[in-house]
């Protein structure tokens, strides 16, 4: 495993082994992610758009609000694709994995 990095305390793992059960493909992406949850939804699905200028605070919101109704039914992934993804602030819940691409990056914003 790899440590990305530190979000909100939490650390982030990334691994190109599908350590947790059956690898699940993605549509349009180079890659499989790891299936550790029952549910997962890639950040574009709540509109996000990581072209490194648009704010994706309200989508990163939204897909962990969305998963939280999941956390005792098998939890839920959110999957970071591919980008440079502008955001702010935002709360991680129980029973949530925060799967971040090797191609994406997540820049930190006050806004």
């Not at 949850?37 to 309200?58: A, C, E, I, Q």
């Not at 609000?65 to 502008?86: E, N, R, S």
Request: charged share 15%; glycine share 12%; with cysteine.
């Amino acid at each position: 495993m790899f440590v990305l990095g530190i979000v909100s305390g939490i650390l982030v793992f990334l691994s190109s082994v599908g350590e947790c059960g059956t690898e699940i493909p993605l549509k349009s992406f180079d890659y499989a992610a790891i299936n550790c949850r029952k549910h997962s939804v890639l950040l574009t699905d709540f509109g996000g758009m990581g072209d490194g200028k648009t704010s994706n605070t309200k989508s990163f919101k939204a897909a962990i609000d969305h998963l939280k109704q999941f956390a005792y039914d098998g939890g839920g992934m959110l999957i970071v694709p591919p980008g440079t993804w502008l955001t702010g602030t935002f709360n991680l819940t129980s029973h949530f994995t925060l799967y971040i691409h090797k191609d994406a990056v997540i820049l930190g914003s006050q806004v």
